[in-house]
């Protein structure tokens, strides 16, 4: 029956390709959703941080005397005062100091208003008394107020005054503590991993060994905080709320992940690589070096740079160390104390004023661009490292 | 130099002539052989010939390819192994406490089932192992070596333009060829094969089988195959395995043609196995 056109049908066919199709669409929705997760968060957390980037100026005319450089708050009158920084008018006599010419005249300059009349400007909920305001947008009508680069937050460290503040010193301090972070972490964990991958008898202490290990990458990260105060702090009296002390913290943490990592990296290596060594009578270190290892480094490297990642923006351990402390000035040393990013972000979050709230958001941006630099960085050594042999 | 080679070839020729007067080259005495409590070889005795290729045969799980692991020592890397009895190549003990196990494995070195070149260039995949032992200084020396090591493989003409390609990019037929080369730049005495054309075209068997022809001229070969054609094509002697024991060692013609034992009939006729 060559036309029969029974011939290739199976009853459950329509049932089974709906179960297909069903199966398809439920994963299909859980990327969907998560997707749109993430869209959400960057798009809320940009709309909330991208105002820090600009602060507002106002044109007026400062008075500049010998009075000034004793007390700034002179030389500005009235309403001028209330809607300047204070922080610019502390500034002000070494201003003066840099322009001697300026002395016994009025200067029309660019000063920078105060947090309250930035938030006004940028249009948000802002505490500026009425008056204040009809000043500041009379002001405007004059083209006397501008937004500029916010080149504060760029280069200062943390200040009690909002417009005042910012994050160069938490991003100096993360960089100090992410090096200490790298260079004990690192080391260690792929040497850890080659020893018990590589050379240690298969016998019940490496298999307890392992276990504790693979435990360890699980424990909740704070206890690796207290684990950090007990030892080098109080133990060793490393100075507390460095970037030294924070990134042994942070190695702890990262250890147990590098390790496992690199020991899954090692193991995929194919074992005839290792054979092919011995059939040559080449040592066990020397096949490991030069055949095992390079064929194992993108692994190691993806997982190590992964969990620095991790590292990077974890707050919960530093606390305990201190490294949550304020601190307005970057760190000159490893041994200075200082801030990181996400615990400078912590303390924004936790503050009343509303112009914190926009450089809480505009630090998570700063931290998200430096996770997915190092992340650009991880893909490029895979790369670079991952020649097809 | 004409002198000693008129010796050798005279030698040679001495050899072929009779065979009795061959020299032995490794030598087993009472080898036993556990995996934990299994005992996988029960006291082989086996004496190995100079510059002849001996053939080791038999069904899965003989114990053949495990008797070729022991004359390395590749064996000493399962944990579980334990192995007694006398290897001597030379005459000199392999398994003395005394001795380094990489030291044997320079001597008596190996070709794998799996091409298994590094990966890296076809160059350093040859050169590496020389440069560690010493046996060469890097630069001209090496180039040299190399070249030598690749023309004894038969591998030179074709690759000699490529030499920095990775050694993975050849073809599988190929690849084999570049581990025998590896493992002749090292220049052992004995050459171990544990089924090197068993994953292997036809063409790329023959011309592994005619290189193995080559080598015999300059060292001895113990070659594990499941092929019994080609033990008969190539090998001067043979030995058949069968559960841990070693059955029968004769000269191929007489095994293949006129085997002693019934066992080893059963199964060149293909009654088993």
Known sequence: MPN????????????????????KATTLLAIIFSISFLIFFLVDIVRAGYPAFTQTY???????????????????????????????????????????????????????????????????????????RVYVDELRADGKVERKFNTIFMTTGDSKIPENSGIYASIVGTVLTIIVTMVIAFPIGVMT????????????????????????????????????????INFFGVPRSSPLVGGMTLALMCLPVIIVSSKAALKSVPSSIRQAGFGLGLTKWQIVRDHVLPLAMPGIMTGSIISIAHAL??????????????????????????????????TWAGMPEKAYLERTAAGIMVLLVVLLSLNAVAVYLRRKFERKW | MTMENGFIQHALHAQEQDSTQESIKVQVKNLNLFYGEKQALNSINMDIYTKKITALIGP????????????????????????EGYIGVDGHDIYDKEID?????????????????????????????????????????????????????????????????PGTALSGGQQQRLCIARAIAV????????????????????????????????????????????????ADYTAFFHMGNLIEYSDAKTLFVNPKEKKTEDYITGRFG
């Open chain 1, 58 to 132: 106002i044109q007026m005319d400062v008075n500049i005397n010998e009075e000034v450089v004793e007390n700034p708050y002179s030389a500005l009158k009235g309403k001028n005062l209330k809607i300047a920084s204070r922080a610019w008018l502390r500034d002000l006599p070494n201003l003066i100091k840099e322009n001697p010419s300026w002395m016994n005249t009025t200067q029309t300059l660019w000063v920078l208003a105060n947090s309250e009349v930035d938030q006004y400007v940028k249009g948000k909920e802002s505490r500026t008394h009425e008056r204040e």
């Open chain 1, 313 to 346: 923006g974890e707050t919960a351990p530093l606390i305990i160390v201190g490294m949550i402390a304020f601190v307005p000035d970057a760190a000159t040393s490893f041994t200075d104390a200082s801030t990181v990013l996400p615990a400078q972000i912590f």
């Open chain 1, 193 to 232: 991993a080659i020893y018990l991958e590589e050379f240690a008898p298969d016998n019940r202490w490496t298999q307890v060994v392992e276990v504790n290990i693979n435990n360890l990458a699980a424990i909740p990260s704070i206890l690796f905080g207290l684990l950090g105060l007990a030892i080098f």
């Open chain 2, 101 to 165: 196990v990489v030291a044997v494995r320079k001597r008596v070195g190996m070709v794998f089932q799996q091409p298994n070149p590094f990966p890296k260039s076809i160059y350093e995949n040859i050169a590496y192992a020389p440069i560690m032992h010493d046996i060469v200084k890097k630069g001209k020396e090496c180039d040299a070596l190399v070249e030598r090591a690749l023309r004894g493989a038969n591998l030179w003409d074709e690759v000699k333009d490529k030499l920095k390609d």
């Open chain 1, 4 to 23: 029969d056109k029974n011939y290739f049908y199976i009853p459950q066919i329509k049932k089974r390709n709906q179960k297909a199709t069903l199966f």
């Open chain 2, 187 to 234: 220049e052992p005495d004995v050459i171990l094969m544990d089924e090197p054309t068993s994953a292997l075209d036809p063409i790329s068997t023959e011309k592994i089988e005619n290189l193995m022809l080559d080598l015999k001229k300059n060292y001895t070969i113990i070659i594990v195959t499941h092929n019994m054609q080609q033990a008969a094509r190539i």
């Open chain 2, 60 to 83: 899965s799980g003989c114990g053949k390819s495990t008797f070729l692991r022991c004359i390395n020592r590749m064996n000493d890397l399962v944990p579980s192994c334990r192995v």
